[in-house]
C-alpha cells in the first residue's frame, strides 16, 4: 500500500519509545475504517454508552489544530447531547511536539486517580503552558489527587505503554495527521468544526 506522511493537518525533539515501533513521519496507511472498536474497558467516553452516533478522535495535546479543534467537539456535544459519544485516544506527534507525551501521559496518570476529562480538558486550554510541567501538575494538585502517585507514576512513564497501544492502534487505523476523527467508524476527511462535524454525524446515521 501507499506510504502516507503523518503531519498536522493543514499544518527538536527527543526519540521516544513510541518511535521504536515506526516512524511516525513515515507511516504505512492501512484502512480508512477504525481498526480498534471502542471499548468502555479501556477507552475515554463522554456521552451514553448506547448513543446512536459515536465520535473518536486522535489527538494530540500539543498540536495547534487539536487546540483549535477542541472547542469545536465541545460545540458538537451540546449540539447532540444524549445522542452522541465522544472517545479522545491519544495519538502524540513526538518529533514535532516535544511535549506531547509528557501531556498524554500526566492526562492518563489523571485518569487512574478518576480525573480524565478534567486533565484533558486543562491541557488543550492551557496548551501555551505545556512546557512547564508544574502547570499541570499544580491543576492535579487542585483536583486532589494524590501528588506522591501522580509523580511517581509520571517519573516511571507507568502509563507510556497505554499511550503507545493507542497510537498504534491509529496508524493501523489510517491516521494521517491530528486531529483525525471516526465517526461511527470510518475517518473523516472534512474539516474538524462543529458544522462539518455535526454533517458528516447526521448523515452517518
Not at 480498534?36 to 498540536?63: K, S
Not at 458538537?76 to 509528557?102: C, D
Not at 478534567?118 to 491543576?139: P, R
Request: charged content about 25%.
Amino acid at each position: 500500500m501507499a506510504a502516507t506522511k503523518t503531519v498536522p493537518r493543514k499544518t527538536t525533539a527527543h526519540k521516544s519509545r513510541l518511535e521504536t515501533a515506526r516512524e511516525e513521519l513515515e507511516l504505512e496507511s492501512e484502512s480508512p475504517g477504525l481498526v480498534v472498536p471502542v471499548n468502555p474497558g479501556r477507552d475515554h467516553i463522554q456521552g451514553p454508552l448506547t448513543a446512536t452516533l459515536t465520535l473518536v478522535e486522535y489527538g494530540d495535546y500539543q498540536c495547534p489544530y487539536c487546540g483549535a479543534a477542541y472547542p469545536e467537539v465541545k460545540k458538537v456535544q451540546k449540539e447532540l447531547g444524549s445522542k452522541l459519544s465522544f472517545v479522545f485516544r491519544n495519538f502524540p506527534l513526538t518529533r514535532l511536539h516535544e511535549f506531547a507525551l509528557y501531556a498524554a501521559e500526566i492526562a492518563e496518570a489523571a485518569s487512574a486517580q478518576g480525573s480524565f476529562w478534567e486533565m484533558h480538558d486543562f491541557l488543550y486550554e492551557h496548551q501555551a503552558t505545556l512546557g512547564d510541567h508544574s502547570v499541570a501538575f499544580g491543576y492535579a494538585k487542585k483536583l486532589g489527587l494524590d501528588s506522591a502517585k501522580l509523580e511517581r507514576d509520571l517519573s516511571q512513564h507507568v502509563y507510556q505503554n497505554l499511550v503507545k497501544e493507542d497510537f498504534d492502534g491509529g496508524v493501523r487505523s489510517g491516521v494521517n495527521g491530528t486531529p483525525t476523527f471516526y465517526i461511527n467508524g470510518v475517518r473523516h476527511d472534512g474539516a474538524a468544526n462543529s458544522q462539518e462535524l455535526v454533517k458528516a454525524l447526521a448523515h452517518s446515521k
